[in-house]
């Protein structure tokens, strides 16, 4: 499996940006699909963008226009440029890795959409 370390947290205002980063353990990076969850209190935890290996990516009904998911393979990093943040948006996000053998989960960082 491999270790993840989110960053980029924090407390923005309605309508500012944010953009998280995922730092990726080991040399496999560029074989991973590598998506961003959130999880807000008291709800399930939820995929909000996803970037296969070979660069396609999927997003959350609720995010399409505003979120971009982007991977670096030299850096080992993926990352969530996260604009027109609303309120809702607030959350622990979460990064994962995944294979067809194992799947493995960041720590998380708390994003705080609040005025």
């Known amino acids: 499996q491999v270790q993840l370390v989110e960053s980029g947290g924090g407390l923005v205002q309605p309508g500012g940006s944010l953009r998280l980063s995922c730092a990726a353990s080991g040399s496999m990076f560029g074989g991973y699909a590598m998506s961003w969850y959130r999880q807000a209190p008291g709800k399930q935890r939820e995929l909000v963008a996803g970037?296969?290996?070979?660069?396609?990516?999927n997003y959350a009904d609720s995010v399409k226009g505003r979120f971009a998911i982007s991977r670096d393979s030299s850096k080992n990093t993926v990352y969530l440029q996260m604009n027109s943040l609303k309120p809702e948006d607030t959350a622990v996000y979460y990064c994962n890795a995944k294979t067809s053998f194992w799947s493995s989960w960041g720590q998380g960082t708390q994003v705080t959409v609040s005025s």
């Open positions: 970037i296969t290996s070979g660069g396609a990516t």
